[in-house]
């Protein structure tokens, strides 16, 4: 579903070059809950946005379902990412100014989606996270484990294949973590991808497979 | 897109209001500016209605002298028009073309009462000027002997006296001792310029030994120089000594009183020019800075799937439905100019006036807009979601 091959990421600036990612090769299956751990600054987060097609590699190449991507244009990336990824990020990302219900149709606006449709979609999304009574609220109004279910109704309302997570608990509890990652399992079990960055050991280890990098380097 | 574009606007209202206040204010200057620009530019459109490049104004003034002007002013006519240099002469009130003067009056036809412009003149003003006559004839002085002072309209008097019916022959009334009859119709008369609009107006004819009209028209023949008017001033201030004899060129009349028009319209040119400029300044800082503050939504749209196109016309997009909100409050105002007949002025000029001012206003904002939103469409997706 996910290769990655020889993938190198190197950030260039007038008198530094720092190499984030160094030879990385990972292929996610179909159906697969994959989490990718590592300290502080070794390139998860860089390599969760290589995945996810909004960041470019240096080097390398990336294919999803079997296409090679690199030469894809803008418009051909922003469909992929809209049709086949959804994103969790660890600080949520919602907008402020709209309702939950409107957060969560966002990744809908991207289509040819009636705005019945999109009401009905993300109504649906909401119910699967248990946020169905909270609509019309703003996100100020909701806690940060409400807030990040908010954000996977977002990631699942258009359906995607694939589901990547970056530190999705990162800024909860671990009361509240465990009832998002159990959310994602659930996700899992319904067929999603779900590739998930992660500082919590313990998280991690109720995942499918565990990928370690350390400096940029894969290590497992 | 746009439903979700207002929403978006519409939830963040407190935030934008003085914007919203700023875009408003902006419109409602332009929209009086256009009013303005508008009105005269259909003036300057329209012909004025007469030749003025030959024609000279001998204005005479008897100053301390009151005995037998009517027949000094008569020689004096006698006189300009031996010239050969002369094509026709006519006496004419203050009031002459380009002129600072003005006599108004109204008359009245039917229970219905139209103010306008009054010139006093003789029969030989037509032929001076060369007005066409549309209608009727030009006044001679044979109708000095009828029963009503004869009189030759223009096409807007006839139009608002008459409505729809002809003018001509048609005896009206200035008051119970005065009733004029339309000997003949001519189509404009802007005697202010090409800036006048077409107001109504009435040609009076001058009795015989009118005393008080002393300035004559003269028309002379092309290539006539200042050696001629040097010899007309010598010869006049002979013969009515202690008289004021002063000429002027009407094209030269004519550029002073076009100026008078154009400098006002050009200050307030200049000052809303300042006023947009400022509130383009204004949008542009305000814009940047949003787009700094929303990094992270940026990036949360390429994400989800926004193009790089999709996030410039995004933004775009939201200062349209800003602007927006601002036109339609500034709508309601302008509405009421053409709504209330204010200013007496044609409905088409203020809806010209405020289709410009819509026009100007969304042109200014997406100029001020479209940079921004480039670069926040430049802006790369991980990085902006990085930096949230």
């Excluded at chain 2, 606007?9 to 914007?19: C, E, R």
């Excluded at chain 2, 997406?366 to 480039?374: D, V």
Aim: contains cysteine; hydrophobic residues 45%.
């Amino acid at each position: 579903m996910i290769k990655l091959q020889n993938v190198e990421k190197v950030y260039r600036t007038s008198s530094i070059e720092t190499l984030a990612l160094n030879n990385i090769n990972i292929d996610v299956k179909k159906g697969e809950f994959v989490s990718i751990m590592g300290p502080s600054g070794c390139g998860k987060s860089t390599l969760l946005n290589i995945i996810g097609l909004l960041d470019a590699p240096s080097k390398g190449q990336i294919e999803i379902d079997g296409s090679p991507v690199e030469r894809y244009t803008d418009k051909h990336l922003a469909e992929l990412r809209n049709r086949k990824l959804g994103f969790i990020f660890q600080s949520f990302h919602l907008i402020n100014d709209l309702s939950v219900i409107d957060n969560v149709e966002i990744p809908l606006l991207y289509r040819n989606t009636s705005a019945k449709q999109r009401r009905e979609l993300a109504q649906e999304a909401l119910e699967k996270v248990g946020l169905s009574n909270r609509m019309k609220h703003f996100p100020k109004q909701l806690s940060g484990g409400q807030k990040q279910r908010v954000a996977i109704a977002r990631a699942i309302v258009g359906k995607p294949e694939i589901i990547l997570a970056d530190e999705p608990t990162g800024n909860l509890d671990s009361a509240m973590g465990n009832e998002i990652l159990g959310i994602l399992q659930k996700l899992n079990g319904d067929g999603a991808t779900i590739v998930m960055v992660t500082h919590d050991e313990a998280m991690a280890k109720k995942t499918d497979r565990l990928i370690r990098l350390f400096d940029g380097t894969q290590v497992s | 897109m746009l439903r979700h574009l207002f929403k978006l606007i519409w939830n963040k209202k407190g935030t934008h209001s003085l914007l919203i206040i700023e875009v408003w204010a902006a419109f409602m200057v332009l929209f009086g500016v256009l009013t303005l620009i508008v009105f005269n530019l259909r003036n300057y459109l329209q012909p004025i209605g007469f030749q003025y490049e030959q024609v000279w104004n001998l204005e005479l003034s008897t100053n301390q002298d009151t005995t037998e002007i009517a027949s000094k002013l008569q020689r004096a006519m006698q006189r300009v028009r031996s010239y050969p240099e002369v094509t026709a002469a006519s006496r004419m009130s203050s009031n002459t073309p380009f002129s600072a003067n003005q006599i108004g009056n109204s008359i009245n036809y039917n229970k219905v009462d139209v103010g306008g412009d009054f010139y006093y003149t003789d029969s030989e003003l037509a032929k001076v000027l060369d007005i066409p006559v549309k209608k009727g004839r030009w006044y001679a002085e044979s109708d000095l002997v009828g029963k009503f002072i004869p009189i030759v309209i223009n096409q807007v008097m006839e139009d608002k006296l008459f409505q729809n019916e002809s003018g001509l022959n048609k005896v009206v009334k200035r008051d119970e001792k005065t009733s004029y009859k339309v000997v003949g119709i001519v189509d404009k008369f802007k005697a202010k310029g090409k800036f006048m609009s077409d107001n109504p107006g009435l040609f009076q004819m001058l009795e015989k030994n009118d005393r008080w009209n002393s300035n004559i028209l003269i028309k002379t023949k092309p290539g006539t120089d200042a050696n001629f008017e040097a010899r007309l001033v010598k010869d006049i201030a002979m013969m009515l000594p202690g008289w004021g004899v002063e000429v002027g060129y009407l094209k030269d009349s004519r550029k002073n009183r076009e100026n008078l028009t154009l400098v006002p319209v050009i200050i307030f040119l200049i000052v809303s020019g300042f006023l947009l400029t400022n509130v383009a300044l204004g949008l542009f800082g305000v814009l940047n800075l949003n787009i700094a503050k929303r990094k992270g939504e940026i990036g949360l749209r390429r994400a989800m799937g926004a193009t790089e196109s999709g996030v410039t016309s995004q933004f775009l997009g939201e200062i349209w439905v800003l602007a927006t909100f601002s036109l339609i409050i500034g709508l309601i105002f302008a509405v009421q100019f053409p709504l209330m007949n204010v200013f007496d002025l044609d409905k088409e000029i203020y809806i010209i006036a405020i289709l410009a001012a819509v026009a100007v206003i969304y042109i200014i904002v997406t100029l001020c807009a479209w940079f921004p939103s480039k670069l926040a469409a430049a802006i790369h997706p991980a990085v902006a979601l990085h930096e949230e």
